[in-house]
């Protein structure tokens, strides 16, 4: 599971990382980067498909909905979506093969430990690079509300991640965008089953981050575990 998000990189920096993607002058939007503790429903930059086959950045809720939702009815639990399923469930599908995205961001927490004490840790890589995660996006409208939204694709643990949660995201390598984001679903489905390097830090974070109202660099510092 990923259910909270660090995107503390710069707009220039993404610009940078990723000079070939079009329309870089949306990740100036107000309020976008930098987010040090983003919940579902926040506001993501991925990268998408666009309608001349080239890549293009987008801004998506966090929570996918799907075309079909009513608007009273709009679903609050679909900002992940299990590979294992992401292929049958009504609410993923239709994205799985035509609509997938690669999410950028600085890092993620996860909580582990018993019940009623569980502790925050940061997941991220040291040199700074960005995690690249594997996402579906849908457009939905109603009336004149027009939302673009996404979901973060997640497997079981592997390798050290497991130790701190039995989920984690699904990560993709550069080299592998195009196939992700317009192969075949067949080459998407290998991807996500790949073996992952154990290539990320983590380390134990203040339990400030358990508010999703505080947002600021402190929260990424490492502290003392308990």
Not at 63 to 83: E, Q, S, V, Y
Not at 143 to 150: F, I
Not at 156 to 164: N, Q, V
């Amino acid at each position: 599971m990923c259910g909270r998000i660090v995107n503390n990189m710069q707009p220039r920096f993404l610009r940078e990382q990723f000079d070939e993607v079009a329309g870089a002058d949306i990740l100036e939007e107000t309020g976008l980067l930098p987010r040090f503790n983003l919940p579902p429903t926040g506001h993501l930059p991925g990268i998408r498909m666009n309608q001349y086959g080239g890549q293009k950045w987008e801004i998506f809720r966090w929570g996918l909905i799907p075309r079909w939702a009513k608007p009273d009815r709009i679903p609050d639990r679909t900002f992940n979506a299990r590979g294992e399923t992401v292929a049958d469930k009504p609410t993923f599908r239709e994205a799985w093969k035509k609509r997938r995205c690669v999410l950028p961001i600085s890092g993620y927490f996860e909580w582990t430990g018993p019940k009623g004490h569980k502790e925050p840790f940061y997941f991220h890589r040291e040199d700074g690079t960005p995690l690249m995660l594997a996402g579906l996006w849908e457009t939905w409208q109603h009336e004149d509300t027009l939302v673009e939204s996404c979901t973060i694709i997640t497997r079981p643990s592997t390798g050290k991640t497991a130790e701190y949660h039995h989920r984690m995201p699904v990560f993709i390598d550069r080299t592998e965008m195009d196939a992700w984001l317009s192969g075949p679903v067949e080459v998407a489905a290998a991807l996500i089953q790949k073996p992952d390097i154990d290539a990320l830090d983590i380390y134990p974070v203040s339990r400030e981050v358990n508010n999703t109202r505080n947002d600021y660099a402190s929260l990424i510092e490492p502290i003392a575990s308990e």
